[in-house]
């Protein structure tokens, strides 16, 4: 029987074993299966963001997209936001993916055997990739609202990704007015809407809208995106 840990935080990411799933719903993991739509040359994810802004100084053509404190850094081209790419041409860019949570977890899940981002939008995807490799311990890593505590949509992401493992019921209408009136109330603050709009909510929590997963391929020192359509 498939062993299904759920964890949290960075010290989660660090203890993950097996398959692994690295959980930001909001967003970097639901923007990452958006902009991977757009067929773009490479997306990589970078813990440092240091390293994404030498790497821009070498190649003004790559693109650099994340969050600091849910903002756009100095010198990003977008933000986190599936909101802000959505008419962006990102076919054959090689992008650079930097945020405060889910390309932490990605980059510090060296345990793993293999690693997978994971949200909302492409979680069926993920729960038939693995039932079809069917891996004795999966885990299942919640990354948090900026590493600093656990969050609703992630642990309800996991939760789901478990129940329909465990073919047990989960009530997605249900979660998602849970996550409206918690931890998703942000992105409905009109301060917010330069970086965070609110159209990113219904973007993010559109369950099974991309029939692919992201899994982690090692790119020399760094680690880099590989599609898998199911």
Do not use: W
Not at 168 to 196: G, M, W, Y
Not at 210 to 227: C, P, R, T
């Amino acid at each position: 029987m498939m062993d299904i840990q759920i964890l949290h935080l960075l010290e989660g990411a660090r203890q993950a074993k097996g398959l692994t799933v690295v959980i930001d719903v909001f967003r970097a993991f639901s923007l990452a299966c958006y902009m991977a739509e757009k067929n773009p040359a490479a997306i990589i994810p970078v813990a440092d963001i240091n390293i994404a802004y030498e790497l821009k100084k070498e190649h003004p053509a790559y693109i650099l997209v994340g969050e600091r404190n849910e903002r756009i850094p100095e010198g990003f081209d977008f933000g986190n936001s599936p909101t802000h790419i959505l008419d962006q041409n990102l076919t054959g860019k090689t992008i650079f993916h930097t945020t405060s949570a889910g390309t932490q977890g990605l980059v510090n899940a060296t345990g793993a055997e293999l690693r997978l981002t994971g949200s909302f939008v492409n979680a069926p995807a993920i729960v038939a990739f693995i039932k079809k490799l069917n891996p004795e311990t999966v885990s299942l890593v919640c990354m948090g609202y900026s590493m600093k505590r656990p969050s609703e949509e992630d642990t309800l992401c996991a939760e789901y990704i478990k129940a329909q493992l465990n073919q047990t019921s989960f009530n997605f209408q249900e979660a998602k007015n849970i996550i409206r009136n918690t931890s998703a109330l942000r992105l409905f603050e009109p301060a917010n809407q330069d970086f965070s709009p609110s159209t990113d909510f219904d973007y993010c929590m559109d369950i099974g809208r991309f029939n692919f997963v992201l899994e982690v391929q090692q790119a020399g020192n760094l680690i880099s995106l590989k599609k898998i359509c199911l």
